[in-house]
């Protein structure tokens, strides 16, 4: 259902069943998925792309232009994934000459007031709480929950399984299947609960713990510790991920407890 008092751009592709809400706007070169709801006073911009049953709320502004002055007004994209729900007045810039893209994927929640830069990655699952701001080229993987207020730095990683407690600021790649918090923003255990509610068995997570005694608790530098736990202890795809993610992080992982 479209809308009169919307304007759509006539070269917007938006499949049938779409509703659209009074006061949207909706320029050229943007494509919307079946069962998605538009609510009133969504500026989507050139280069969304939304797929089906999504929901965005009043005030949501998708695919803006990238706020880096290194933009050159290159085409790029800003696309959302199935079955996300966009909460009010969030900002989803779209990519620039980086990446081409700033993605957001299925199933996720952005609440209220959250900022999504240009090139960023976030994945499927994604929880980020009302207010979160991402960075440019930030990447957060499948089935982290991040807290409120939380303000995560440019080219920051943070990890699958990740529960990052609200206010926080994150200058570190955070890893996989950990809880983040206290100022600074440090290690603070595993998150069992989430594994768990997400299938993970109490023996998998139980090994999970014992990679991070290695990085964490045993008193050795981040090296020493991944050699050890290859050596020491049996292949898992989690010791394994776990072990790739720390090798890769470019700005390095948070600390441990103080």
């Known amino acids: 259902m479209k809308q009169p008092l919307a304007y759509i751009h006539p070269a917007a592709k938006i499949a049938p069943s779409v509703v659209i809400d009074p006061f949207v706007t909706i320029e050229a070169n943007v494509e919307i998925g079946e069962g998605t709801r538009i609510a009133s006073n969504v500026t989507i911009m050139e280069g969304a792309r939304i797929g089906k049953n999504c929901t965005i709320f009043p005030g949501a502004v998708i695919s803006g232009i990238p706020q880096d002055l290194k933009f050159k007004g290159e085409d790029t994209l800003a696309i959302i994934g199935d079955n996300t729900t966009i909460r009010e007045c969030v900002t989803i810039n779209r990519g620039t000459a980086a990446k081409g893209k700033t993605v957001v994927g299925n199933n996720c929640l952005i609440m209220a007031y959250c900022h999504v830069a240009h090139d960023c990655i976030v994945g499927d699952n994604v929880i980020m709480s009302n207010a979160t701001q991402l960075a440019g080229e930030v990447q957060v ?118």
């Open 141 to 258: 993987d499948n089935f982290a929950v991040i807290g409120g207020g939380s303000l995560v730095h440019q080219f920051c990683h943070i990890g699958p399984h990740v529960m990052l407690q609200g206010g926080a600021l994150v200058n570190k790649d955070i890893p996989p299947y950990v809880k983040a918090a206290r100022e600074p923003i440090a290690y603070a255990g595993v998150n069992s609960i989430g594994l768990r509610r997400r299938g993970f068995s109490g023996e998998v997570i139980r090994d999970i713990q014992e990679i991070y005694r290695y990085l964490y608790l045993s008193g050795l530098n981040n090296s020493d510790a991944i050699e050890r736990i290859e050596a020491e202890l049996p292949a898992t795809p989690e010791r394994d991920e776990i072990i790739l993610f720390v090798r890769n992080a470019k700005r390095g992982i948070i600390r441990g407890y103080v």
